[in-house]
């Protein structure tokens, strides 16, 4: 049995506009997209923002009713059988709400452990294990007011393990953290997949989706338009240089220039402090530089590097340069 099964799920959301004169719009959120993950697998998700990732999210655990097709999580339908999956799974959303703030850590895990029904024996010894599993043991006895954004989050990672759940859901669970709080997060989903925990993980960063996933799908306005191993994603890329130029200022007509030039792939642009470096992928490696220097020359440029291409080349290319 698959830990979960998606046959062309489909979420619409009907919204009103204007003012004078209000008329309703469909919004398309998730469009027929089809996958499945296996028992213990830690499966991502991968999209831009809006692309579809947390609607798909709040439908496998029941917060949503989908529009259209099927899903069934640990064999239950999502929609049918809605009271007997909420007990056997654990979901996180990003952000810090969902604690007592006023309360200190393990009585946090104290309160809702009675919430989750959890017999008073078992979380005696279940909460300092799970204190210890993400790393709050030392910090248990200070109020969460003091936590760090970090800390809060993996308390809610610890909350969300109280029932013992079968499976996890993970929305981009370090958006906002601090390199510090990430990579401590990041380690703690290392220590549920070696539980062999089942694992949905939705995130925007390629490299957290390259270290911790088996396999990945990439969401783009509701779609997935790619499904395979990280290595596997890679393999779009392979025929591909990356080109990176730091710019001082890059207006949009130069942009276009680059984009037109017939050895360029695909174009994105991240800005960094007081620059925008451009990332250029083309199938010709260094020999693209000269032509590239040229189409920018009157601006201010600075660092060039040429390497080869990673998982975030391979979404980029997927996207279309929207990422």
């Known amino acids: 049995m698959k830990a979960i099964e998606v046959e062309h799920l489909r979420r619409v959301f009907r919204t009103t506009i204007g003012v004078l004169r209000r008329t309703v719009k469909n919004v398309v959120a998730v469009d027929d997209i089809s996958f499945d993950v296996a028992p213990g697998e830690l ?18 655990t029941t917060l949503l009713i989908p529009t259209g097709g099927t899903a069934r999580v640990l064999g239950e339908d999502v929609v049918q059988r809605a009271d007997r999956l909420r007990g056997r799974i654990g979901f996180i959303f990003g952000g810090e709400r969902g604690l007592y703030w006023r309360l200190n850590g393990y009585d ?45 989050q993996r308390l809610h990672i610890a909350r969300t393990l109280l029932h013992d759940p079968e499976m996890l859901f993970l929305d981009e669970p370090t958006i906002g953290l601090d390199p510090v709080g990430a990579r401590e997060l990041r380690q703690v989903i290392r220590g549920l997949q070696a539980e062999k925990k089942t694992i ?97 020359s009157g601006l201010r440029l600075g ?8 998982l975030e080349d391979a979404y980029v290319r997927l996207v279309g340069g929207e990422a």
């Open 43 to 60: 499966f991502g998700l991968l999209g831009p923002n809006g692309a579809g990732k947390t609607t798909t999210v709040k439908m496998l």
């Open 108 to 152: 946090n895990l104290r309160y809702f452990a009675s919430l989750y029904h959890v017999e008073p024996e078992t979380s005696k010894k279940r909460i300092p294990y799970l204190l210890e599993l993400v790393g709050l043991t030392d910090r248990a006895k200070e109020k969460v007011d003091g936590y760090s954004r970090g800390m809060k």
């Open 200 to 296: 949905l993980l939705t995130t925007h960063y390629m490299f957290e989706a390259d270290a911790l996933c088996d396999r990945l799908g990439v969401i783009n306005h509701g779609r997935i338009i790619a499904l395979d191993t990280p290595a596997g994603l890679k393999r779009h890329v392979l025929d591909l240089s990356v080109v990176e130029i730091d710019v001082f200022g890059m207006p949009a007509e130069a942009l276009g220039r680059v984009r037109a030039l017939p050895f360029v792939d695909t174009v994105s642009v991240e800005n960094v402090d007081q620059k925008q470096v451009l990332h250029v992928q083309t199938p010709q490696g260094s020999a693209a530089v000269p032509g590239l220097m040229e189409t920018l």
């Open 303 to 310: 660092k060039v590097v040429v390497r080869e291409p990673t």
